[in-house]
Structures are given as structure tokens and as C-alpha cells.
């Protein structure tokens, strides 16, 4: 079946640091891909999308692009600051008869120290 | 205009007890998913409800269920709660399955003690 492989966190990084968290995916079919940010406490927000290949999502200083020939939709961010601090999910659309839902990846934590 | 909104926001159960938690989705959204979050198994697909008919279930036990009204609000329902329920329910709310994303609510954290 369908699935998301982020990388292990948690990810610590200096104010104004590069960012890149990996995620990659296995899907059959051509499914959107995502980006949700989970603050304490809080549900989910959607960061970030992208819905055919070679689309790159961008919001808030973050891109993400679609690349199907390595099945892969990296987070980067060029200089993350303190408030970033989160727990990042990358997420696809799996589409069924009549269905939809979202398949999550496990999450990765990301610590900005000041 | 208003999100997603989960009620109540924090439970506390008693193993054997059931629960229903209700959410209310974004104006003019029809379409309303759960889900189950939790630090071992992450973020699971409980189910999908569009017009009020259930069009997905993910693999939950029969415990689980749900239902949703014609002003698209849905419910989800635990019975016989296990310890292992313990978990942060999520709603999500779409204009219909499928488009443009889900808005999720800030969820119910349910403990069952």
C-alpha cells in the first residue's frame, strides 16, 4: 500500500540555520503531496502542498517540490527561526473508489535554539 | 470565518466507558474525517463522511464509529473503552473528499484511565 518515510528527529538546529527534512513516499497513481506543522499542544496546519510532479509548494519561507522520478518531497527552509520550532508531517492523498484520505508520515521534530 | 471545532477539548475515561466526541466543520465543508493520533502508531485514518454517508474506514475495530448529520457536524463514538484509546482525535473538514487539503481542529485528547 501507499506510505510516507520521513526522516528520524529530532532535528536541532542554531536561529537562522538551513533547513532540509527528507520525505519519501511509495504510491500508486499520482497523489498530492503535503506538508501539515504541529505546534504543542495544537492540531494540524497545512503548510504546504504540491499536486503534480515538478510542483514546488512554498509558504511561510518553506518549499517543498514534488520530484516523482525520486519519489521524494523534501521540506527546506534557508533560515529557520525559534517560532519553526514544531513537529513537521509529510503526508499524501490516497485516493480510493469514491474515497479519499490522508496517509502521514511519522513525524519530525524540529528544535530552533536562539 | 470560523475553523474546525472538536469538543471538548480533553476527556478523562474510565476503561469500559464509552465516549463521543463531536466536531463541527468549516462553513459550506461537507466533508469531515477522523483521525487518531498517538505517539506509537502516529496518525491513523479512523473514517470519512461526506453527505452524511460514511465513505471510508480505516482499520479500526468495530468500537470505533461515527455518523454525520445533515449540517455536515460529525460525531464519532468509542465504546468499551481500552487503555490503549488513549489518544489526540482529529478532525479534518474539506469542501468535498479530496479537494484542495483538509483543515484539521485542534482535537480531543481523550485519556482513559
Known amino acids: 500500500g501507499n506510505s510516507v518515510t520521513q526522516m528520524e528527529g529530532p532535528v536541532t538546529l542554531s536561529e537562522e540555520a538551513f533547513l532540509t527534512i527528507n520525505c519519501t513516499y511509495t504510491?500508486?497513481?499520482?497523489?498530492?503531496l503535503f506538508w501539515y506543522v504541529q505546534y504543542p499542544g495544537e492540531g494540524l496546519q497545512l503548510l504546504l502542498k504540491a499536486t503534480k510532479a515538478d510542483d514546488k509548494g512554498s509558504n511561510k519561507g518553506f518549499e517543498a517540490t514534488y520530484r516523482k522520478e525520486t519519489t521524494s518531497f523534501h521540506l527546506e527552509k534557508g533560515s529557520v527561526q525559534v517560532s519553526d520550532s514544531a513537529v513537521y508531517f509529510c503526508a499524501l492523498s490516497d485516493r480510493g473508489d469514491s474515497s479519499y484520505k490522508l496517509i502521514f508520515g511519522s513525524g519530525t521534530r524540529l528544535l530552533v535554539r536562539p | 470565518k470560523a475553523g474546525v471545532t472538536q469538543t471538548p477539548r480533553y476527556l478523562i475515561k474510565t476503561r469500559g466507558q464509552q465516549v463521543t466526541l463531536s466536531c463541527s466543520p468549516i462553513s459550506g465543508h461537507r466533508s469531515v474525517s477522523w483521525y487518531q493520533q498517538t505517539p506509537g502508531q502516529g496518525l491513523q485514518f479512523l473514517f470519512e463522511y461526506f453527505s452524511e454517508t460514511q465513505r471510508n474506514k480505516g482499520n479500526f475495530p468495530g468500537r470505533f464509529s461515527g455518523r454525520q448529520f445533515s449540517n455536515s457536524r460529525s460525531e464519532m463514538n468509542v465504546s468499551t473503552l481500552e487503555l490503549g484509546d488513549s489518544a489526540l482525535y482529529l478532525c479534518?473538514?474539506?469542501?468535498?473528499?479530496?479537494?484542495?487539503?483538509?483543515?484539521f481542529g485542534s482535537g480531543t485528547r481523550l485519556t482513559v484511565v
Open positions: 504510491a500508486t497513481g499520482y497523489p498530492s
Open positions: 479534518a473538514s474539506s469542501l468535498a473528499p479530496g479537494a484542495d487539503g483538509y483543515t
